[in-house]
T-cell receptor
Framework: EDQVTQSPEALRLQEGESSSLNCSYTVSGLRGLFWYRQDPGKGPEFLFTLYSAGEEKEKERLKATLTKKESFLHITAPKPEDSATYLC?????????????FGTGTRLQVTL | KAGVTQTPRYLIKTRGQQVTLSCSPISGHRSVSWYQQTPGQGLQFLFE???????NKGNFPGRFSGRQFSNSRSEMNVSTLELGDSALYLC?????????????FGPGTRLTVL
C-alpha cells in the first residue's frame, strides 16, 4: 500500500527564516511526486511535479527536491503570504489511472 | 483558461438523504478525479473517470458513486448520508489522467450532514 508521511505537522517561522518541509514516501514504482499548497477553505493549488531522484524545481521562494525515499520543500526567506498547508502526494506507476495518495500536510505559519 | 468549477459550494443535508455534486473540468481535460478531505483522514481518493468510464476506485462504500458525461463534466452522488460523510469534496481534472499528468483542483463542495 502506498504511504506518504509529512513532517513536521506544523511549523511556525518568522519572516525571512528559511526552513524545509519533509515528505517521506513508499510507493510501488513512483510515476510522479506532487507538491500542492492549500489555503483554508480552498482547493489545493499545484506547485511542482517531480519525476525522478535527483530532480529539482524552483518557483519564487520555493524549491522542491526528490530522492528515492523522500522529497523536501525548501522555503527561502518566507513571507507571511506563504502561510498555508503544504501537501505532498504520490502517483504509483503500476497503472495508468490518476490515483494520488496524499500526506496529511504541513501547516506553515509565517509571522512578521 | 477557466479553472475547475464545482457546484454547489456549500450543502447542508440530514442523515439518510442523498446528494449530488457537480464538477466541470478545465477545457480539454478528459480525466476527472474525486477526493474527500476530512480533518482526521486528510485527502482520500474516491474515484476517477476518463472518457465516461470509471477507471479507478478508492476504498469507499457503494453509497458513493459517480459518472462522467460526454463533455467530461462529472457528478458524484452520495446516498443514505451519514454524519461521517461531512467533508470537503474536491474534484480534480487532468488532460489524460495517469502518466503523472498534473491534477488541477477545484474549490471544493463543503458538505455538512446533520
Amino acid at each position: 500500500e502506498d504511504q506518504v508521511t509529512q513532517s513536521p505537522e506544523a511549523l511556525r517561522l518568522q519572516e525571512g527564516e528559511s526552513s524545509s518541509l519533509n515528505c517521506s514516501y513508499t510507493v510501488s514504482g513512483l510515476r510522479g511526486l506532487f507538491w500542492y499548497r492549500q489555503d483554508p477553505g480552498k482547493g489545493p493549488e499545484f506547485l511542482f511535479t517531480l519525476y525522478s531522484a535527483g530532480e529539482e524545481k524552483e518557483k519564487e521562494r520555493l524549491k522542491a527536491t526528490l530522492t528515492k525515499k523522500e522529497s523536501f520543500l525548501h522555503i527561502t526567506a518566507p513571507k507571511p503570504e506563504d502561510s498555508a498547508t503544504y501537501l505532498c502526494a504520490v502517483q504509483p506507476g503500476r497503472d495508468t489511472a490518476s490515483k494520488l495518495t496524499f500526506g496529511t500536510g504541513t501547516r506553515l505559519q509565517v509571522t512578521l | 483558461k477557466a479553472g475547475v468549477t464545482q457546484t454547489p459550494r456549500y450543502l447542508i443535508k440530514t442523515r439518510g438523504q442523498q446528494v449530488t455534486l457537480s464538477c466541470s473540468p478545465i477545457s480539454g481535460h478528459r480525466s476527472v478525479s474525486w477526493y474527500q478531505q476530512t480533518p482526521g483522514q486528510g485527502l482520500q481518493f474516491l474515484f476517477e473517470y476518463f472518457s465516461e468510464t470509471q477507471r479507478n476506485k478508492g476504498n469507499f462504500p457503494g453509497r458513493f458513486s459517480g459518472r462522467q458525461f460526454s463533455n467530461s463534466r462529472s457528478e458524484m452522488n452520495v446516498s443514505t448520508l451519514e454524519l461521517g460523510d461531512s467533508a470537503l469534496y474536491l474534484c480534480a481534472s487532468s488532460p489524460r489522467g495517469g502518466g503523472a499528468d498534473t491534477q488541477y483542483f477545484g474549490p471544493g463542495t463543503r458538505l455538512t450532514v446533520l
